[in-house]
């Protein structure tokens, strides 16, 4: 997923307008905020699955900073919008263990995408655990559903906190189990 900068704006006696920085021309609204919200992500797709059908380059998001400081989107709220930017494939060369292979291929007839669908999951994973991380708060993996296990430090942690394991990954076709261990919380 990427993530750009949308920009809402709201007139008297209209909807609520969505605009692209970084799309010029891409454009929505909506008759609420969420309303607006739901269809920036939609018309963002569009457009970006358009530009790349069409074998236009993807722009890199900018900074919202950047957008902020033009003082045509002084009068904006910024939202942020992440879309799905698809890129082409390329061909890896990976050493699994025969007995891995049979089980993918029992679940799949594609190991390809298996093992992507398997790695976005893992890396969707691993974002969840670093904000756990970043945020020091044991309460905020429980709030998100993220099973939270005490596990003994296997060395001497700097911050003088204790492992926990935030796994929110379920096994991807009763295969795999990802397990991250983050710490989160100092001991007392």
Request: proline share 6%; hydrophobic share 40%; net charge neutral.
């Amino acid at each position: 997923m990427t993530t750009y900068v949308a920009l809402l704006r709201k007139q008297p006696d209209s909807d609520y307008g969505v605009d692209f920085p970084d799309f010029p021309g891409c454009i929505t609204a909506g008759e609420t905020l969420e309303d607006a919200r739901r269809m920036a992500v939609g018309a963002l797709q569009f457009h970006v699955e358009g530009m790349m059908d069409d074998g236009e380059p993807v722009p890199a998001p900018s900074r919202l900073d950047q957008i902020m400081a033009d003082a045509d989107h002084r009068d904006a709220v910024a939202v942020l919008i992440d879309v799905a930017v698809r890129r082409p494939a390329v061909r890896v060369n990976v050493s699994l263990p025969a007995d891995l292979v049979e089980a993918i291929d029992r679940v799949t007839h594609n190991r390809s995408r298996f093992l992507a669908d398997a790695a976005r999951e893992k890396l969707d994973t691993l974002k969840q655990a670093r904000s756990v991380s970043r945020r020091h708060d044991l309460g905020h993996a429980t709030s998100r559903g993220l099973p939270v296990i005490h596990k003994p430090c296997p060395r001497t942690c700097a911050s003088g906190g204790s492992a926990f394991v935030a796994s929110a990954a379920a096994a991807t076709g009763g295969i795999m189990r990802w397990e991250t261990i983050r710490f989160v919380s100092k001991t007392t």
